[in-house]
C-alpha cells in the first residue's frame, strides 16, 4: 500500500477543514466597519492568534503586474490602516504608480478574514518620526541601511553596513531616513469573512458611498 507524499498535488488537493465555529449576521455587525475591525482584532488578540497585525499587502505598479507580501499593521482609525516601509521598495515604487491597494487578514484560530480595499498615501513626517523613534535600535539600524527590494552582493555587506551604522549610533540619535515611512490606506470596501461548514461562508462587505457605507452580504 502506498501512500501520497504530503506535498504532493494530490495531497495537497486531498487537504479539508470544515469550518464551524460561529456565524456572521448582519445584526451581528457594527455599522462602521473601523469599529467592527476593532472588535475582531481585539478578539484575535484575546483568543492567542499568533502575529494576529500581520497582514498581506497587494499592490500592483503601472504595467499592472500585481506583487504581494506579508507587513505588520502598526495603527488605524476612521482614516484608515497604517503600516511602514522603505519609499523606494518594490511595494513603495508601486504605490508612487498606482496607489490603489488591498490588504488581508487571515485568522485560522478563528476562522475569519478581512479584506480592505482601498487607496494609500504617505502619512505626514511627523507622524513617521515618532514612530521611527519608537522602535527598537536594531529596527531602527536596518531601516536606516536597507535599499530594500535591491540586490546586494551578499549577507556579508548588510552586517558590516549593521556595525558600521551600530558604531556611530549606538547610543541613539540615528535619524529618520528620508527614503523611509508610513502610508495610510483609506478604505473604500472592507469585507468580514466567517468560515461555514459545507462552504457556505457567511461574507459581509461595507461598500462606501459618499459619505456613508452600505453592507451587503456576498454569496460565498
Same mark, same amino acid.
Not at 477543514?17 to 467592527?36: I, N, S, V
Not at 500585481?66 to 518594490?90: C, I, M, T, W
Not at 540615528?174 to 523611509?180: A, G, I, K, V
Given at each position: 500500500?502506498?501512500?501520497d507524499?504530503?506535498?504532493s498535488?494530490?495531497?495537497i488537493?486531498?487537504?479539508?477543514?470544515? #469550518?464551524?465555529l460561529?456565524?456572521?449576521?448582519?445584526?451581528?455587525?457594527?455599522t462602521?466597519?473601523?469599529?467592527?475591525?476593532a472588535?475582531?482584532l481585539?478578539e484575535?488578540?484575546?483568543?492567542g492568534v499568533?502575529?494576529?497585525?500581520?497582514?498581506?499587502l497587494?499592490?500592483a505598479?503601472?504595467?499592472?503586474? $500585481?506583487?504581494?507580501?506579508?507587513v505588520?499593521?502598526?495603527?488605524?482609525?476612521?482614516?484608515?490602516?497604517?503600516?511602514?516601509?522603505? #519609499?523606494?521598495?518594490?511595494?513603495?515604487?508601486?504605490?508612487?504608480?498606482?496607489p490603489?491597494?488591498?490588504?488581508?487578514?487571515?485568522?485560522p484560530q478563528l476562522?475569519?478574514?478581512?479584506r480592505? +480595499?482601498?487607496?494609500?498615501?504617505?502619512v505626514?513626517? +511627523?507622524?513617521?518620526?515618532?514612530?521611527?523613534?519608537?522602535? $527598537?535600535?536594531?529596527?531602527?539600524?536596518?531601516?536606516?541601511?536597507?535599499r530594500q527590494?535591491?540586490?546586494?552582493?551578499?549577507r556579508?555587506?548588510?552586517e558590516?553596513?549593521?556595525?558600521?551604522l551600530?558604531?556611530g #549610533?549606538?547610543?541613539g540619535?540615528? $535619524?529618520l531616513p528620508?527614503?523611509?515611512g508610513?502610508?495610510?490606506v483609506? $478604505?473604500?470596501a472592507? +469585507?468580514?469573512?466567517?468560515?461555514?461548514?459545507s462552504?457556505?461562508?457567511?461574507?459581509?462587505? #461595507?461598500r462606501?458611498?459618499d459619505?456613508r457605507?452600505?453592507?451587503?452580504?456576498?454569496?460565498?
Amino acid at each position: 500500500m502506498t501512500t501520497d507524499a504530503p506535498g504532493s498535488p494530490k495531497a495537497i488537493a486531498e487537504i479539508r477543514k470544515e #469550518y464551524a465555529l460561529a456565524g456572521l449576521d448582519e445584526a451581528d455587525l457594527d455599522t462602521d466597519p473601523l469599529r467592527q475591525f476593532a472588535r475582531w482584532l481585539a478578539e484575535a488578540a484575546t483568543a492567542g492568534v499568533p502575529e494576529h497585525t500581520a497582514m498581506t499587502l497587494a499592490t500592483a505598479g503601472a504595467d499592472g503586474q $500585481p506583487a504581494a507580501r506579508v507587513v505588520l499593521l502598526k495603527g488605524f482609525d476612521e482614516a484608515g490602516f497604517v503600516f511602514y516601509s522603505n #519609499y523606494g521598495s518594490l511595494k513603495g515604487r508601486h504605490l508612487a504608480e498606482n496607489p490603489r491597494a488591498a490588504l488581508s487578514f487571515f485568522w485560522p484560530q478563528l476562522e475569519r478574514q478581512i479584506r480592505i +480595499e482601498g487607496t494609500a498615501a504617505r502619512v505626514s513626517r +511627523e507622524q513617521s518620526e515618532a514612530y521611527f523613534g519608537s522602535r $527598537p535600535l536594531g529596527s531602527r539600524l536596518a531601516a536606516s541601511l536597507s535599499r530594500q527590494s535591491c540586490v546586494v552582493a551578499g549577507r556579508g555587506v548588510l552586517e558590516a553596513e549593521f556595525a558600521r551604522l551600530e558604531a556611530g #549610533y549606538g547610543d541613539g540619535g540615528l $535619524p529618520l531616513p528620508d527614503d523611509w515611512g508610513g502610508y495610510r490606506v483609506a $478604505p473604500a470596501a472592507v +469585507e468580514f469573512w466567517q468560515g461555514r461548514p459545507s462552504r457556505l461562508h457567511d461574507r459581509l462587505r #461595507y461598500r462606501r458611498a459618499d459619505d456613508r457605507w452600505i453592507i451587503e452580504r456576498l454569496a460565498p
